[in-house]
């Protein structure tokens, strides 16, 4: 039996996919995903994307507010639908660009404004707003475009917050990258290389959990100050909020 999609609440900014911009007290079908086959589903803060299978092949799909890219191809005025003089939106599911794969996802999951998909071959995308570099960068409004990720690794999972991003490999290790405020990416400050890695003693040692320098704005991938899964098994669960973070291993 085919799964059906439904959405409910706020609505202003299409994100309920149904070709308008009301809320709906209700669950309605999201009838554009009727018979794709749906498989996975995330929400962003106005925006919502769906994993499907269509055809022999799997992509992902998104509708909602589009100002940075987040449903995934660049819209001109006058495309979509407007809702508001600096925002346009998208009332109705449409494929993401550079999402098409041949088998499905591992993970798929939104922050504010982008969305993260991780695909079967281990390999990390993103579209929408750019949180993966330590300083501000365009935003990805083109589709979604594939992220480093540990050349000794390969990821397993990933998880966003409102505005940071936690990730699991296949060796039990923990990475985040994005925003740092609060200190919620885990690592120990400041100038931090992509895809850096801590030695287990100082992570054991939680090294720096007391630091008071204030943490970057932003941080790129980084290995997170938690203990490595034991026997390095990759069962690590993974939770985020909007601003502290959550990891059992």
């Not at 900014?13 to 498989?39: C, H, K, W």
Request: proline share 5%.
């Amino acid at each position: 039996t085919t799964r059906q999609v439904f959405t409910f609440g706020r609505g202003s900014e299409g994100e309920m996919g149904n070709g308008d911009t009301y809320a709906s007290r209700r669950p309605i079908m999201v009838e554009a995903l009727d018979g794709l086959e749906p498989y996975n589903i995330a929400c962003g803060n106005y925006f919502s994307v769906a994993a499907v299978r269509v055809g022999e092949g799997y992509s992902v799909y998104a509708w909602g507010d589009n100002r940075r890219g987040a449903v995934g191809f660049r819209l001109e005025e006058g495309e979509g639908s407007a809702a508001g003089a600096d925002s346009i939106s998208v009332s109705r599911p449409r494929s993401v660009v550079g999402t098409e794969t041949d088998d499905p996802l591992l993970a798929l999951s939104c922050s504010n404004d982008s969305c993260l998909m991780l695909a079967a071959d281990h390999r990390l995308y993103i579209w929408g707003e750019s949180l993966e570099t330590a300083s501000k960068a365009d935003d990805h409004r083109d589709g979604a475009v594939e992220l480093p990720t540990p050349a000794e690794s390969s990821l397993v999972d990933v998880v966003c917050g409102e505005m940071h991003v936690v990730c699991a490999d296949v060796q039990g290790k923990v990475w985040s990258f994005g925003h740092a405020d609060f200190g919620k990416l885990g690592r120990e400050g400041p100038g931090q290389s992509a895809w850096s890695d801590l030695s287990a003693s100082a992570a054991e040692q939680g090294k720096g959990a007391g630091l008071r320098v204030p943490p970057p704005t932003r941080a790129a991938i980084g290995r997170v100050l938690v203990p490595q899964a034991p026997d390095g098994r990759s069962a690590v669960l993974l939770a985020v909020g909007s601003n502290h973070t959550m990891v059992c291993v």
